[in-house]
């Protein structure tokens, strides 16, 4: 059984920065594709970044393109997301997701393990 562990989220001001981290324990090979995704109060969760477990294949949302950036440390087993330039928009449960699928997508339902969370906000 996969398990996902995120940390680093925090409250923040508008246009400040944070990284979020996510260790994968135990690793496994059969992962083939990771994803942040983010579900603020009231909201549908929604895909963020993601990344293949070769480093390549990345993939992220629209309004966070140019801000965010995911990342991962195979070394470590840590998925990484630096999210720079933050709005109150951003303001949400911040997920991290893996999948054993290879292709790159940002579809919730497309992924099998799942994180517990940790909250990011912004304040204006």
């Known amino acids: 059984q996969v398990q996902l562990v995120e940390s680093g989220g925090g409250s923040v001001q508008a246009g400040g920065s944070l990284r979020l981290s996510c260790t994968v324990s135990?690793?496994?090979?059969?992962?083939?594709?990771m994803g942040w995704f983010r579900q603020a109060p009231g909201k549908e969760r929604e895909g963020v970044a993601g990344?293949?477990?070769?480093?390549?294949?990345?993939r992220s949302a629209d309004n966070v393109r140019g801000r965010f950036t995911i990342s991962k440390d195979n070394a470590k087993n840590t998925l990484y997301l630096q999210m720079n330039s933050l709005k109150p928009e951003d303001t949400a449960m911040y997920y991290c997701?893996?999948?054993?699928?290879?292709?790159?997508?940002?579809?919730?339902?497309?992924?099998?393990?799942w994180g517990q969370g940790t909250q990011v906000t912004v304040s204006s």
């Open positions: 990344i293949g477990t070769d480093g390549g294949r990345r």
């Open positions: 997701a893996a999948r054993y699928g290879w292709y790159p997508t940002l579809v919730a339902t497309e992924y099998n393990y």
């Open positions: 135990p690793y496994t090979g059969n992962i083939n594709y």
